[in-house]
């Protein structure tokens, strides 16, 4: 002790004023070798000068070669490589599944709870998965003997090659297989005790087994639900909280986040009978009475939503049956057909009131210019109303007339086709309810069509190419 103490003491130096300021560290063990010096001497299995030619030989690495490089190490991978060579990221592997299944399934839930608490719910999603199949496979294997018996013979496969590996001079196996050899050296009493002492520390009876992996199995799918509930996985949600009830009827989380799920799909009454059944077993839980609060909220706007959307559709046939009365009481032919023009809102309706009998019927309306193969849409045009007056304000300066042949309603002459499929001229002073009653016409999927030409020679030479056309179609006939 003394010895000590005096070397601790020449490690500090007096100064002129009594205080004293600490030496160069202290150096334990050997100096460290000289900058430059070979190193190959620190290791007997080199020669001398090899790491020394080693390094001068290296190639220098760019960023990305030496972000591939570590890649290839398991603690550094960003993504799991396609083949399946790598012995290192096989054993890592392994080591999630070193030890019993409760064992394994319980690191899998301490995981996934730290990824929960961190909010990453799909890492959590992904842990409690795993958790889950290592005690469904183990449940499998204590119930389905067929199933057993398969998994034995995949570990007597995997024995057989390790044995195969063994003795092609597996170094690996070979260090293994010695190490079991020194411990078969043990003294037997030692040993023995050993062994007695980890039966009493870990084995549990199959019955305590089998509770212990029902509890955590319980727990992970209740677990997993409340990370599908987070990410929206509603209908998975529900499914793992069936799992954990049918584990245990009375488990008041899962009866909560499967009320949630219900009800964020506006299932309330299967939310209902969730939220009821927990209430039943815990009438002062705070969050299933919240729920039902939520419940009560929702059934409500759901009940004020059908009854507007009841008296919107009941809204909507009174229209269509006063107007089906309107066009019935003026003598005015409807027609649909299989490929209905595209006029977005526009269509055959009562002005200003839809609702009232005695408003007037409002029709959409496209002027047809055939010569030009120019159009012009009229969206609401009253049966009131003529085509000479809107031909007054359409017509004048229209940019594709050049030769000044529609400038002036008194220039143009307008037809509709009848019935029969030929075609009738339309007087432009007269109300477009005395066309459309006089029985000769008819709209064809609710939009008025009317021909504007120019009078004269050209008028005639567009009805005869009419009356050709339709005569070429009544043949094909």
Known sequence: MEDVTKSAESLTLSTDNGASESSAPAVIGPAPPPPGADLSAL?????????????????????????????????????????????????????????????NAQNFKEQGNECFKAKQWKDAKEFYGKGIQVLVKADRERRDPAFKAKVEEEKRKREDEAHKARAEGDAKA?????????????????AAEGKEEGKKEDELSEEETIKQESALLETLYCNRAACHLSLANYRSCTLDCAAALRLNPSNLKALYRSGRALLSVSKIAEADDACARGLEIDPDNAALK???????????????????????????????????????????????????????????????DPLDPQSELSFPLMLLYPLKLESDFIKEFRETESVGQHLEYILPDMPWDEEGEYDRPDKVECYMESVSGGLIRVAQNASLLRVLSSGKTEVVDELVRVFVVPKGEKAEGWIREWKEKKAGEKKLK
């Open 43 to 103: 290791f007997g299995n080199l020669p001398p000068g090899a790491l020394a030619a080693s390094a001068a030989n290296a190639k220098p690495m760019t960023v990305q070669e030496t972000f591939e490089e570590m890649n290839k190490h398991p603690l550094f991978m960003t993504s799991l490589p396609s083949d399946e060579g790598n012995e290192e990221l096989a054993a890592l592997q392994a080591l999630a599944y070193e030890g019993t299944p409760l064992e």
């Open 174 to 190: 070979k260090m293994e297989a010695d190490l079991e050899n020194v411990k078969a050296e043990m003294p037997i009493a030692e």
């Open 290 to 352: 919240q729920l039902a609060r939520d419940l009560i909220a929702k059934n409500e706007e759901i009940t004020r939503k059908q009854r507007a959307e009841e008296a919107r559709l009941e809204k909507e046939r009174r229209k269509k049956t006063l107007k089906k009365a309107a066009l019935e009481a003026r003598g005015i032919k409807i027609r649909t057909t299989d490929d209905p023009p595209e006029m977005e809102d526009a269509c055959i309706k009562l002005v200003p």
